[in-house]
C-alpha cells in the first residue's frame, strides 16, 4: 500500500520485557505528548511459562482508543523485545502461548538443540541460556508439544504478531530474524540451515521490510478503537534496532551506540564481524537495513533493578561523594548479577572489600561494576567513535563520567524513556528533529585505571 504523506502523530506500541507502553509522539520533534504504560507480565501455569498476551491486547485497545480523539494519531508502529516468536493456526490466532524467554527447557531437550544448531560462523548468533534463541524456542515446542504444534500454520517474530493482529496480514522481519535467534545467516542475507533442520521453512511468514506499511487496522477493531480513519499499520522492529535506528540515519559511522533497558545492548557500526566471541555474549544483529553490526550486551538493566532493591534510595550527592573512597579502598562488585549472559557468563557476582559500606557507596560501587561490564562489551566488538547512550542509563551521571574516562572519547547521553519508540516512529518515514542530548568529554578520575586493574585481577 502507498504510504500517505504528512503524518502529524504516531502511535507506537512498545512492548519490552519488563513493561509494554503506547505512545504518541509529535513527528516534527520526535516528542511524546501521550503515553500509558503497564507490566508485562508472565503466566506460570499452563503447558510452559507464557506471556499474558491477552491482558497486553486489551491494555494496547484502551490505551489507542483513550488517544484516538485527543491527541489523535495518523499511523501506529510496533517494537518488542527479541527472542520471542508467535506460532499462529490456520485460523489466524495462537495455536501455542507465546513462550517467555526466560523458561529453561531440559536438558535432554537443550543438548538435542545444542546439537542441531548451526555453527557460530554461520548465523553469528551464540548459544544461549533459557530461550534467549528463537531456535531452541521452536525446538523445545515442537519437541515437548507435538499435537499443539502439528496445528501451526505459521510463525510469525514478535512485533509482527501485533502487526499482524492489528491487520491481518502476517510477516516476518529482520531485525528480529537476526537477533541471536539461530534462524538467520547475516551474511547471505537468508534463512539459516536451521530453518530446514527444524522443518519449518513452509510455515515462516513472508519477510517484509520493517518500514513496510502492512495495511490499515481491521474494521472491527478499528471501530472498537474509535478510529475515523483509516489508520495505517507499519511491519515493526525489534526494539533495540529501534534505538538505533535514529543515529543511522544521523550520523556517520563509525560511532557506538549503548541502548539501555533490561538489557544494556551494545552496537559497534562501522565495525566488522571478524573478532566477535561466541561465549562471551558478542553476536551481529541486523539493522532496519538488513546489514549485520556488530553488537555485545548483558542484562544491565536488570542487574541494575536488583541492586538498588538491595541497596535502597540514595540521593545523587552521596553517590558523588562516595565514589573517590569506593575506588581508593577498592569496594567492588564482581560479575555477574544476572548469571549466565554477556562478557563473564559463568561467574557469580561478589562483593569485595565491602564490610560496613554505607548504601551511597555500594550505590557507587553498582555504578562502577555497570561502567565496567559495559567497556568490557564496547571491547568486545572492537567499538570505535564516539559512545552515544540512550535509554535510562543516559540520565546517571556517575556512570556516564566514568565511561568517558575508561573508553577516553566522548559519551553522548540522550535522556529519556522513548529511545525504541522514537526508532519505530521512524519506519513511518518522518524525519523528526534532533533531540536534547549532554556530551561527556574524558576528565581523568583518579584511582580509576588502578581500581579497573584491581577488578579485572579479583576475577582472575
Given at each position: 500500500?502507498?504510504?500517505?504523506?504528512?503524518y502529524?502523530?504516531?502511535?507506537?506500541?512498545?512492548?519490552?520485557?519488563?513493561?509494554?507502553?503506547?505512545?504518541?509522539?509529535?513527528?516534527q520533534?520526535?516528542?511524546?505528548?501521550?503515553?500509558a504504560?503497564?507490566?508485562?507480565?508472565?503466566?506460570?501455569?499452563?503447558?510452559?511459562?507464557?506471556?499474558?498476551?491477552e491482558?497486553?491486547?486489551?491494555?494496547?485497545?484502551?490505551?489507542?482508543?483513550?488517544?484516538?480523539?485527543?491527541?489523535?494519531?495518523?499511523a501506529?508502529?510496533?517494537?518488542?523485545?527479541?527472542a520471542?516468536?508467535?506460532?499462529l493456526?490456520?485460523?489466524?490466532?495462537?495455536?501455542?502461548?507465546?513462550?517467555?524467554?526466560?523458561?529453561?527447557?531440559?536438558?535432554?531437550?537443550?543438548?538435542a538443540?545444542?546439537?542441531?544448531?548451526?555453527?557460530?560462523?554461520?548465523?553469528?548468533?551464540?548459544?544461549?541460556s533459557?530461550?534467549?534463541?528463537?531456535?531452541?524456542?521452536?525446538?523445545?515446542?515442537?519437541?515437548?508439544?507435538?499435537?499443539?504444534?502439528?496445528?501451526?500454520?505459521?510463525?510469525?517474530?514478535?512485533?509482527?504478531?501485533?502487526?499482524?493482529?492489528?491487520?491481518?496480514?502476517?510477516?516476518?522481519?529482520?531485525?528480529?530474524?537476526?537477533?541471536?535467534?539461530?534462524?538467520?545467516?547475516?551474511?547471505?542475507?537468508?534463512?539459516?540451515?536451521?530453518?530446514?533442520?527444524?522443518?519449518?521453512?513452509?510455515?515462516?511468514?513472508?519477510?517484509?521490510?520493517?518500514?513496510?506499511?502492512?495495511?490499515?487496522v481491521?474494521?472491527?477493531?478499528?471501530?472498537?478503537?474509535?478510529?475515523?480513519?483509516?489508520?495505517?499499520?507499519?511491519?515493526?522492529?525489534?526494539?533495540?534496532?529501534?534505538?538505533?535506528?535514529?543515529?543511522l540515519?544521523?550520523?556517520?559511522?563509525?560511532?557506538?551506540?549503548?541502548?539501555?533497558?533490561?538489557?544494556?545492548?551494545?552496537?559497534?557500526?562501522?565495525?566488522?564481524?571478524?573478532?566477535?566471541?561466541?561465549?562471551?555474549?558478542?553476536?551481529?544483529?541486523?539493522?532496519?537495513?538488513?546489514?549485520?553490526?556488530?553488537?555485545?550486551?548483558?542484562?544491565?538493566?536488570?542487574?541494575?533493578?536488583?541492586?538498588?532493591?538491595?541497596?535502597?534510595?540514595?540521593?545523587?550527592k552521596?553517590?558523588?561523594?562516595?565514589?573517590?573512597?569506593?575506588?581508593?579502598g577498592?569496594?567492588m562488585l564482581?560479575?555477574?548479577?544476572?548469571?549466565?549472559?554477556?562478557?563473564?557468563?559463568?561467574?557469580?557476582?561478589?562483593?569485595l572489600n565491602?564490610?560496613?559500606?554505607?548504601?551511597?557507596?555500594?550505590?557507587?560501587?553498582m555504578?562502577?561494576?555497570?561502567?565496567?561490564?559495559?567497556?568490557?562489551?564496547?571491547?568486545?566488538?572492537?567499538?570505535?567513535?564516539?559512545?552515544?547512550?540512550?535509554?535510562?542509563?543516559?540520565?546517571?551521571?556517575?556512570?556516564?563520567?566514568?565511561?568517558?574516562?575508561?573508553?577516553e572519547?566522548?559519551?553522548?547521553a540522550?535522556?529519556?524513556?522513548?529511545?525504541?519508540?522514537?526508532?519505530?516512529?521512524?519506519?513511518?518515514?518522518?524525519?523528526?528533529a534532533?533531540?536534547p542530548?549532554?556530551?561527556?568529554?574524558?576528565?581523568?578520575?583518579?584511582?580509576?585505571?588502578?581500581?579497573?586493574?584491581?577488578?579485572?585481577?579479583?576475577?582472575?
Amino acid at each position: 500500500m502507498s504510504k500517505p504523506p504528512g503524518y502529524r502523530r504516531i502511535a507506537v506500541l512498545d512492548i519490552g520485557k519488563t513493561n509494554a507502553k503506547v505512545v504518541v509522539l509529535d513527528s516534527q520533534t520526535g516528542t511524546e505528548i501521550a503515553a500509558a504504560k503497564t507490566a508485562n507480565t508472565v503466566i506460570r501455569s499452563g503447558i510452559y511459562p507464557r506471556y499474558d498476551i491477552e491482558n497486553l491486547w486489551g491494555f494496547a485497545v484502551d490505551a489507542l482508543k483513550s488517544f484516538a480523539a485527543k491527541p489523535g494519531f495518523d499511523a501506529i508502529s510496533i517494537t518488542t523485545h527479541g527472542a520471542s516468536a508467535a506460532l499462529l493456526g490456520a485460523d489466524g490466532k495462537l495455536a501455542m502461548p507465546v513462550l517467555d524467554y526466560e523458561h529453561e527447557y531440559p536438558q535432554e531437550i537443550r543438548d538435542a538443540y545444542t546439537a542441531l544448531r548451526p555453527p557460530f560462523e554461520e548465523t553469528y548468533s551464540p548459544r544461549q541460556s533459557m530461550g534467549l534463541n528463537v531456535g531452541a524456542q521452536l525446538h523445545y515446542q515442537k519437541t515437548a508439544f507435538r499435537e499443539e504444534f502439528a496445528k501451526v500454520a505459521t510463525i510469525v517474530t514478535y512485533p509482527q504478531y501485533w502487526a499482524a493482529r492489528l491487520t491481518g496480514v502476517t510477516a516476518n522481519e529482520l531485525t528480529s530474524l537476526g537477533c541471536h535467534t539461530d534462524l538467520w545467516n547475516p551474511k547471505t542475507g537468508e534463512y539459516s540451515s536451521l530453518v530446514d533442520r527444524l522443518g519449518i521453512r513452509n510455515l515462516m511468514a513472508p519477510i517484509r521490510s520493517a518500514f513496510d506499511a502492512l495495511g490499515h487496522v481491521l474494521p472491527d477493531i478499528a471501530a472498537e478503537i474509535g478510529l475515523a480513519t483509516e489508520i495505517p499499520v507499519y511491519c515493526g522492529i525489534h526494539d533495540s534496532n529501534a534505538s538505533l535506528l535514529p543515529h543511522l540515519v544521523a550520523r556517520t559511522a563509525p560511532f557506538t551506540v549503548v541502548s539501555t533497558g533490561t538489557w544494556v545492548v551494545n552496537f559497534g557500526v562501522g565495525g566488522d564481524l571478524t573478532h566477535l566471541d561466541a561465549k562471551r555474549d558478542a553476536l551481529a544483529n541486523v539493522d532496519a537495513y538488513g546489514r549485520a553490526v556488530p553488537s555485545s550486551r548483558f542484562m544491565g538493566g536488570r542487574e541494575f533493578e536488583i541492586l538498588s532493591a538491595e541497596i535502597g534510595n540514595v540521593p545523587l550527592k552521596d553517590v558523588a561523594a562516595a565514589l573517590g573512597p569506593v575506588i581508593a579502598g577498592n569496594l567492588m562488585l564482581l560479575p555477574n548479577v544476572a548469571p549466565g549472559s554477556g562478557p563473564f557468563p559463568d561467574r557469580k557476582r561478589h562483593w569485595l572489600n565491602a564490610d560496613g559500606a554505607s548504601p551511597a557507596q555500594r550505590y557507587a560501587a553498582m555504578c562502577l561494576y555497570l561502567t565496567l561490564m559495559t567497556e568490557a562489551c564496547l571491547g568486545l566488538i572492537g567499538a570505535d567513535g564516539p559512545v552515544i547512550v540512550e535509554g535510562p542509563f543516559a540520565l546517571n551521571e556517575t556512570y556516564l563520567k566514568v565511561l568517558a574516562a575508561l573508553m577516553e572519547r566522548d559519551v553522548i547521553a540522550l535522556p529519556g524513556s522513548t529511545g525504541t519508540s522514537q526508532g519505530a516512529a521512524l519506519l513511518t518515514g518522518i524525519r523528526p528533529a534532533p533531540g536534547p542530548e549532554r556530551c561527556f568529554t574524558p576528565a581523568a578520575i583518579t584511582g580509576l585505571k588502578n581500581y579497573r586493574c584491581a577488578w579485572y585481577a579479583a576475577m582472575e
